[in-house]
């Protein structure tokens, strides 16, 4: 097909009645409810992020323990024997 038929194949159609309209926008955007959800997530997942830096930052602390009593240990070992 060439650009000219194509082009005149488009001229020929027929435009769709009643012509296409943008819906109201109270239709398609979420409104208040959708505010609320989704501040409701970021709320939960805020607290999530909180709650899983603490336990990341206890086991850290609880692993450098562990390492300096792990060490104290080696050398009492070494002085006794």
Same mark, same amino acid.
């Given at each position: 097909?060439s650009a000219a038929? %194509?082009?005149?194949? #488009?001229?020929?159609?027929? /435009?769709?009645?009643?012509?296409?309209?943008?819906?109201? !926008?109270?239709?398609t955007t979420p409104?208040?409810?959708?505010?609320?959800?989704?501040?409701?997530?970021?709320? %939960?997942?805020?607290? #999530?992020?909180?709650?899983? /830096?603490?336990?990341?930052?206890?086991?850290?602390?609880? !692993?450098?323990?562990?390492?300096?009593?792990?060490?104290?240990q080696a050398q009492?070992?070494?002085?006794?024997?």
């Amino acid at each position: 097909m060439s650009a000219a038929s %194509v082009l005149v194949q #488009l001229a020929a159609t027929p /435009t769709p009645s009643p012509t296409p309209s943008i819906p109201a !926008a109270d239709i398609t955007t979420p409104g208040v409810w959708g505010f609320v959800a989704f501040f409701g997530v970021a709320v %939960v997942v805020l607290l #999530l992020v909180i709650d899983m /830096t603490r336990r990341i930052r206890r086991v850290r602390y609880r !692993a450098e323990v562990n390492e300096k009593l792990d060490a104290e240990q080696a050398q009492r070992d070494q002085s006794e024997s």
